[in-house]
């Protein structure tokens, strides 16, 4: 045999070996979750998901919207801004590499006009109408690979989109200038999880979000935190019976946000 | 901590996982009911039935590949390679589609839930058709535990519209704890009316401005007294019932809200008015 016959066999042995294991394991475990009695869908398991993606710190934009460009290209000067999704649409081609989902994100840029950015989406909870979702246009004249003249802010670590992210919230008025001084302060550090009693609304509704007065034990110590939240993380905090708080450096406690 | 890829799930299909709760909220799933266990029993069946042909036709490939090559006498190499290609292929016998079992529409009275969550459940592969999302609702008055949840489709081209706060209408299936039949059809006024306790089948439907909000009083469990204050051509709307705090991002100050008006039936010639809630 000569050398392309031996990569020949090795390569077709690799895939294989990998597709059969795939499917043979496949039926063995379809087989074993079938000898067990099915059971009732809790719907609560939709509120555990957003309690997973809340007691993180601010995950990259490429973690949950694919990878972006290759890591090779020179990251990119112009400075970030922060538009909002508006909807998620279609989603017809699967990409087949990575196992998420080419859709189209309608959003709302920061002047006001809409447009539609082609990605890869990995997770819908993240993924949805109210998104924040930091932006920075393409090189005028330019697109990307996809035909997109604005991109996403895939480059940022965790740090840098904590940051934006907060310094987004305090010009919307969802966080005053001293949480977002301790919540800035706190961003490697990530939240502690308190459990929550009552939900108090206060009456201020802004960009989608309801101030609420949440009645928390941390410590075995009972205070009342206020901030904004989204509807579906009010619903978060009370079917999960936890939130996300950060501590600063005198210990005064201030509500984690769901970052996005 | 976040699991990943776990709640990350192929496209078009119910990306539903193992619950799994902290300690301190048990799961409240319910027994399966008869629908179920046939279902299961089904599939269980079906792929039983596919597993009789292609274990021993899997078995059967490695004599096969022995016999093939002793008498032909390739390169073992290359037999190794037919008969894990061969697997692949008897493995594809097993392949069953899965489909859901659409549950018969329930004979159990119209009831309406406040929407609290909405887990889009496909957004892959929809070629220009629909997705479907899990939206999940409480009813008026209800407690925590009492979640409903049922499924609707959107289209893929426009996104999932619903939002927290809409009306979801829906028939109980009896024999399932928080699964429900939703309707297809969510008439504004109809699901309103089921909702509020009387009817309003025959109010005007107005545009209007919301002002403010206030909580005025002590709350009923989880449900606050909220006033929400509207304007309709320089007229002042208040509405005061019992709410979610869920339900409030609906009601940000200036934002275009629909509003019913309908004839008092006990002071004639006064209205009452409701702001009005948009359906799932």
């Known amino acids: ?260 | 901590m976040r699991k990943d890829g776990e709640h990350c799930g192929l496209p078009g299909t119910d990306m539903s996982v193992e619950p799994e709760f902290s300690p301190d909220l048990p799961p409240e799933e319910g027994p399966a009911d008869a629908f179920m266990l046939r279902h299961a029993e089904q599939r269980r069946r079906r792929l039983r039935s596919r597993l009789r042909i292609s274990v021993p036709l899997a078995v059967l490939t490695v004599p096969a590949a022995i016999v093939v090559g002793v008498v032909s006498g390739w390169p073992w190499a290359w037999i190794v390679v037919g008969e894990l290609g061969a697997l692949c292929l008897v493995g594809t016998i097993n392949l069953t589609s899965d489909l859901e079992q659409q549950r018969p529409r329930p004979d159990t009275a119209l009831e309406v839930g406040v929407v609290v969550g909405v887990e889009i459940i496909s957004w892959g592969n929809a070629d220009g058709s629909t997705h479907t999302a899990r939206v999940i609702a409480r009813p008026p008055g209800s407690t925590a535990d009492q979640l409903v949840h049922g499924t609707r489709t959107f289209s893929a081209a426009k996104g999932c519209q619903i939002r927290p706060g809409m009306l979801l209408g829906f028939r109980r299936h009896p024999t399932m704890r928080h699964l429900v039949w939703t309707e297809p059809v969510q008439d504004p006024l109809t699901l309103f009316g089921i909702y509020d306790g009387r009817s309003w089948e025959r109010a005007d439907v107005l545009d209007a401005i919301v002002e403010s909000v206030h909580i005025d009083a002590e709350p009923d469990g989880d449900w606050w007294p909220v006033t929400v204050t509207a304007r309709h051509r320089g007229e002042l709307i208040t509405d005061t019932r019992l709410r979610l705090p869920e339900e409030l991002a609906q009601f940000e100050p200036g934002r275009r809200v629909e509003v019913a008006r309908q004839q008092n039936a006990y002071l004639s010639g006064t209205s009452v008015w409701a702001v009005l809630p948009e359906t799932a």
């Open chain 1, 1 to 260: 045999m000569g050398i392309g016959d031996i990569i020949l066999t090795v390569i077709l042995t690799l895939t294989f070996a990998i597709t059969a294991l795939i499917l043979w394991g496949e039926a063995v475990s379809t087989w074993t979750d079938l000898q067990e009695p099915p059971r009732q869908h809790d719907p609560r398991w939709y509120f555990t998901l957003r309690r997973w993606s809340w007691e993180t710190l601010p995950e990259p934009v490429s973690d949950w919207l694919g990878a972006g460009p290759s890591p090779e290209r020179r990251k990119p000067r112009v400075p970030v801004d922060v538009s909002e999704v508006l909807a998620l649409l279609d989603g017809d081609v699967t990409d087949g590499d990575s196992g998420s989902i080419s859709a189209r994100l309608r959003v709302r840029l920061p002047d006001g006009e809409p447009t539609t950015l082609k990605l890869c989406v990995n997770d819908s909870v993240n993924a949805r109408a109210g998104t924040f979702l930091p932006v920075r246009p393409v090189d005028p004249g330019m697109t990307d690979v996809r035909g997109n003249t604005w991109n996403t802010a895939w480059e940022l670590a965790t740090d840098e989109i904590g940051s934006i992210l907060l310094d987004h919230r305090r010009s919307l008025g969802l966080i005053d200038d001293d949480t977002h001084r301790a919540l800035y302060s706190q961003l490697p550090a990530g939240p502690d999880a308190a459990l929550v009693g009552a939900i108090a609304p206060t009456g201020r509704v802004r960009h989608g979000h309801v101030e609420v007065d949440l009645d928390v034990t941390i410590d075995e110590r009972s205070q009342t935190i206020r901030g904004f939240l989204r509807p579906e993380d009010i619903a978060t905090a009370r079917h999960t019976g936890v939130v996300q708080v950060s501590r600063d450096e005198e210990g005064r406690r201030a509500l984690w946000p769901t970052w996005y």
